[in-house]
């Protein structure tokens, strides 16, 4: 356990303007001291003197939202040789007991490190980080432009018919190309120049986000090389869920053991046993995006590796799905892969 290792915790509530340390002892599990500090330099070496003065011996750091709004913190932190975890949000039912605010929260945050086996270490490494916001900005990237797409489609269905007659069986480039070209014409009525002003725009935003999103690919896969060069030559693993296994994983020592980075993965089967029956289930918490990484490589192993698909349970024929086209059978799905309106427009 923690509290054999070391005298004291100091818990951290994090928030944008300030953060709320509070200082407890690994033994009792008592608060010596807390304190408010702004989120700047100034504030994070306040803290370490804070942290010196009233906690001497061994300690951690328990920051809670160490990826988020404690990632200054951490950083700083670590840069000083301090050790930092990172510590969950406490859960509904323990603020529905004991209230909420700033100062139990940061408690809770020291008092959970202490109760836990092995804290969880936040992420570290500025290629890691990298990658997270190149990550982020991709997906928000992608789901523009599938949303738009829809609505693209929508359009093309209730537009007027001599429209509709000239766009509907158009291939996706050739229909943004089309639609991204229209101008106002004073022969079309105001409902035709309605919808071609409508059209338009759409078509310019998904051309927009497609290159945006294939930018971030082309930067995202810069990193990877230069990272873990040799994931990309596992089957079934592109730029995109390379970046992610190495965004979770962050750095050695993070994640334990196999079955540790199950259960980050919410990969890990659950106990759900009563009675006579023994029996488990999905997890459904984890790391999403990661499990989602993990998702893509089974169906694509499923679907490529004739070895694989021959063994798998779900290889029966009433399982057996058609084969995606090898020029899909990227990092992503179809629907989100950079290259999917110029494979669809060939």
Known sequence: MLADEVDYVVGVDTHRDQHVLAIVAAATGAVIAQ????????????????????APGARIWAVEGAGHYGAGLARFLSARGEPVHESGHSNRAERRLRGKDDSLDATGAARSALASKQPALPRSGERQEALRLLLLTRRSAVDVRRVALVQLRSVIVTAPEGLRAELRRLPVGE????CSRFRRSSSRTPDQLATILVLRSLAQRIQAATQEAAELEREILAHVRALAPNLLSEPGVGPIVAAQLIVTWSHHDRVSSEAC????????????????T?????????DRQLNRALHTVVVHRRQHDRQLATTSPAASPKAKQPATPSAYSSATSPATSTDYFNNKSR
């Not at 229909?175 to 089309?178: D, I, T, V």
């Open 261 to 276: 980075f199950a259960r980050l993965a919410g990969v890990a089967p659950l106990p759900a046993s009563s009675g006579l």
């Open 35 to 54: 304190r408010s500090l702004p989120t700047n330099a100034r504030g994070y070496a306040e803290a370490v003197r804070f942290a010196e003065a009233c």
């Open 175 to 178: 229909l943004l190309r089309r």
């Open 278 to 286: 023994t029996r488990h289930r999905l997890s459904r918490g984890g």
